[in-house]
């Protein structure tokens, strides 16, 4: 477990989070590079599916990084995304996994910091939890498959 | 349209349990419209599921489709080619579209993953109520557009009981007094006498007093 690298996927609106990523990485902050950061034209294109497709394929955690509230380029998108999280994290929990695996975040295209801090922080919390345990199985069925 | 609501994931998994092979079956027509069993939840639901069974330490082979209407022979035909490569059948569709599959494919356990609820229309995103009992004998020309057997907690024909609080209904504070939005409604129309009138009382038999319903259209048949 101490050698545990989560894999982490992180759904990130292209009019802020995606961009405070970027700046992130002008300003030479560091972040973890365990986070996969996927591009969204806004948090409010981010349904229940993808949450729950990147765990299934064994993600150890995904969290959806949205614009701060009241600041959505397409008006509502976060608070809509916020709502879909709260969702998977309630389904999620019925089926057995730890809600924790999935966060919802709201940043603004200039907090270069706060994302890097934001990475850290959902990286280190994935870490305590350990691997997504679909990962394992996954894993272990390929191997016998082999 | 007719609503519905996921069940509970442990009952749909303590359903499908003893089954390797699924066939998750959506609707794309009242179910899809109220977010309970289309093509989007199919995709979760199965989700879900493999989830759940790689959690166990096994893997479940779930074939997803939704059909055009699950509760016409004519679209469910469309599994014949599907069915012997599955165990068992979850239907997400209402109760009709379960029962339809189950009279087709005698020899496949169907399961329901939705419960049916009601008629209803749509209030806001995300939002719906109940608007239609099916009594098979409408009176919204007398009542004025408000449906009093569906939205009456008592169903009332006569005006409404001692348990209307400020147009609300006893039941709820969010629930609205059909009688009282009965009269609001005749009122803006002009139509005040019709309040006045006495209505008999209702036959019930079109409503299903009588036995299961059908509709035999001899022109079409």
Not at chain 1, 77 to 87: D, L
Not at chain 2, 145 to 161: E, I, T, Y
Request: glycine share 10%; with cysteine.
């Amino acid at each position: 477990m101490g050698n545990f690298e989560p894999e982490i996927v992180g759904l990130c609106c292209h009019y802020c989070a995606y961009t405070a990523a970027d700046m992130a990485g002008s300003k030479r902050i560091s972040y973890p590079s365990n986070v996969k950061i996927i591009r969204v034209p806004c948090t409010g294109k981010v349904d229940a599916i993808h949450l729950m497709k990147a765990l299934e394929k064994g993600a150890d955690g995904v969290f959806v990084a949205g614009c701060l509230e009241g600041d959505c380029h397409f008006k509502n998108g976060n608070t809509r995304a916020a709502k879909r999280v709260v969702y998977v994290k309630n389904y999620i929990e019925s089926l057995g996994f730890e809600p924790e695996r999935v966060a919802m975040y709201n940043i603004s295209a200039g907090m270069g910091e706060r994302f890097a801090q934001i990475a850290g922080e959902f990286t280190e919390q994935i870490k305590a939890l350990g691997p997504n345990p679909v990962k394992n199985i996954k894993s272990n069925h390929q191997a016998a498959g082999q | 349209m007719i609503t519905a609501e996921q069940k509970p994931i442990e009952e749909i998994i303590e359903y499908i349990a003893p089954y390797d092979r699924i066939l998750l079956v959506g609707c794309n027509e009242c179910v899809t419209v109220c977010a309970a069993g289309g093509r989007k939840e199919v995709g979760l639901l199965a989700s879900a599921l493999h989830l759940h069974s790689l959690k166990q330490g096994k893997t479940v082979d779930i074939k997803e489709i939704t059909l055009e209407r699950q509760c016409d022979p004519e679209y469910v035909e469309e599994l014949v080619s599907l069915i012997d490569s599955a165990d068992a059948i979850l239907s997400m569709a209402c109760g009709c579209g379960v029962q339809t599959i189950a009279g087709r494919y005698k020899d496949k356990p169907v399961y329901p993953a939705v419960n049916t609820k009601f008629m209803g229309a749509s209030e806001s995103q995300g939002i719906w109520a109940e608007r239609c009992k099916g009594c098979g004998d409408c009176l919204l020309g007398v009542t004025g557009g408000v449906c009093p057997v569906a939205r009456c907690s008592k169903q009332l024909m006569n005006g409404p009981c001692g348990g209307t609080s400020n147009g609300q209904c006893e039941i709820s504070p969010d629930t609205d007094c059909a009688w009282r939005l009965i009269w609001e409604r005749l009122k803006a129309l002009g139509m005040e006498k019709r309040y006045i009138e006495v209505m008999v009382a209702k036959d019930w038999r079109p409503a299903g007093g009588g036995g299961p319903r059908r509709i035999v259209r001899e022109d079409l048949t």
